[in-house]
């Protein structure tokens, strides 16, 4: 299971090593001691499904100190753009956007430390996606970004008339102006 680094500190790719046979394929989807090894130090204690449709955006979101949650996110169907940011502001790339395709197909996670506002839009006609957090779900402790920041300016790789957003995410601060102890 290669876990490598990104451009951004903390912030980890994962590829399976997938086992093919005449069945079918079998990968070890999480393994804690193969994050150990690599000096990833996590206790996952919640996983979240969502299921979307095509031109889907949630986020970006984050939790807030004391709450904040480290993400281990995958596609178990379809194609999504996963994109983090870091919000931390004392790194050395504080502001910086990171984005990944993640699909059943390529079978690749994005582990987000804490720290980070997290968002993804949803490439195929639908998509499923499973990420395990290391702390509970705490409604009061919810911050988010919009998904349009000018400063931040993702490319979500999603049409405007075709981006479906929920009412709370269209009415999130921008980048400047969020919520922020990290
Ligand atoms: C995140 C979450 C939501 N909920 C509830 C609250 C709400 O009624 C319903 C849907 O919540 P949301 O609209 O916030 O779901 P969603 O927009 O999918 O929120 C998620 O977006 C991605 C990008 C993340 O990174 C996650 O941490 C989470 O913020 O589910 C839980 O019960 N537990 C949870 O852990």
Redesign the pocket.
């Known amino acids: 299971m290669p876990i490598t680094s990104t451009d951004i500190k903390d912030l980890w790719l994962i590829e399976p090593r997938v086992f093919e046979d005449t069945r079918g394929h079998f990968f070890e989807a999480y393994n804690q001691s193969v994050f150990e090894e690599a000096g990833i130090h996590h206790r996952f204690i919640?996983d979240?499904q969502?299921h979307?449709v095509y031109g889907v955006i949630?986020?970006?979101?984050?939790?807030l100190n004391p709450n904040a949650?480290c993400?281990l996110?995958r596609a178990l169907h379809g194609r999504i753009l996963d994109v983090a940011v870091d919000m931390r502001k004392h790194s050395a790339t504080y502001g910086r956007v990171f984005s990944v395709e993640l699909s059943a197909e390529n079978k690749k996670q994005l582990l987000?430390p804490h720290g980070f506002?997290?968002?993804?839009s949803v490439l195929s006609a639908t998509a499923t996606?499973l990420?395990k957090?290391d702390a509970?779900?705490h409604?009061e402790s919810?911050g988010?970004v919009i998904y349009n920041d000018a400063d931040l300016a993702i490319d979500w790789q999603i049409p405007e008339g075709e981006q479906i957003l929920?009412e709370?995410?269209l009415v999130l601060p921008a980048f400047k102006d969020a919520q922020n102890n990290f």
């Open positions: 919640q979240n969502s979307s949630r986020g970006l979101h984050y939790q949650q993400k996110v987000i506002a997290h968002g993804f996606v990420y957090c509970f779900y409604k919810e988010g929920s709370k995410d």
